[in-house]
């Protein structure tokens, strides 16, 4: 099975930037994905990272250290429609078809 | 283009009484299907994925079922539903290749009284 952790919480200014963590431990490993929901919407996709290193999506940026079993997800210049609960999600490479294990997702919240 | 379509949106149901909740997926043929539930503050739980027609595995044991009656379409059901039932569920389909992103419905707010 797997374990995904990744803090409850955290508060930023508008305009500012936030780095959200995640670690996970697999027993084998097939892609990392991160995804936004708002409050009683549905999670939308983000990013996913199967390779080391950095992918960059505008405004979003996500990192996965395979060794360290570790990604974050970077949110530049901050705006008020990014309060969001963020998901870390990884795949198993013994789920040939595509099961995702959710971690409980961190609250981001945007003050003015 | 693909979309993915859930109803109802929200319900209340008094315990014991039956659940339907229907997914269906257009632009696409053959979608990995899920249904996930998420409870207040918690994480996503899988709750059933299917990989085609009538192919239902089950990830955790519970009064819930599913059926995939045609190759679009994911359905929940419960024969009776119990209070810890109540949470907001999500259809989801993929493509089953590539990077397999998941894609979700609106959801389904379910409240059991």
């Known amino acids: 099975g797997q374990n995904i952790d990744q803090p409850t919480e955290m508060t930023a200014t508008e305009g500012a930037i936030v780095q959200i963590n995640c670690t996970y431990q697999?027993?084998?490993?097939?892609?990392l994905f991160w995804y936004q929901q708002h409050a009683g919407e549905a999670p939308t996709f983000l990013s996913y990272n199967v390779l080391d290193g950095l992918e960059e999506k505008g405004r979003f940026s996500s990192f996965l250290s395979r060794s360290k079993g570790y990604s974050y997800l970077l949110l530049k210049e901050l705006q008020m429609k990014d309060s969001a609960s963020y998901l870390c999600?990884?795949?198993?490479?013994?789920?040939?078809?595509?099961?995702?294990?959710f971690g409980a997702g961190t609250q981001v919240v945007v003050t003015p | 283009s693909q979309t993915i379509h859930q109803w109802p949106a929200t319900l209340v149901q008094p315990v014991g009484s039956p659940l339907s909740l229907e997914c269906t997926v257009e632009?696409?043929?053959?979608?990995?299907l899920y249904w996930y539930r998420q409870a207040a503050g918690r994480g996503l739980q899988l709750l059933f994925y299917?990989?085609?027609?009538?192919?239902i595995s089950s990830e955790v044991p519970q009064n819930l079922s599913a059926s995939r009656p045609q190759d679009r379409q994911f359905i929940l059901s419960s024969k009776k539903l119990l209070l810890s039932d109540s949470g907001f569920y999500l259809c989801?389909?993929?493509?089953?290749?590539?990077?397999?992103?998941?894609?979700f419905g609106a959801g389904s707010r379910l409240t059991v009284l």
């Open positions: 632009g696409t043929s053959n979608p990995n």
């Open positions: 999600a990884v795949r198993s490479s013994t789920d040939s078809w595509g099961k995702l294990q």
């Open positions: 697999t027993s084998g490993f097939n892609g």
């Open positions: 989801a389909w993929s493509r089953g290749t590539g990077a397999n992103v998941l894609t």
């Open positions: 299917s990989v085609g027609i009538g192919q």
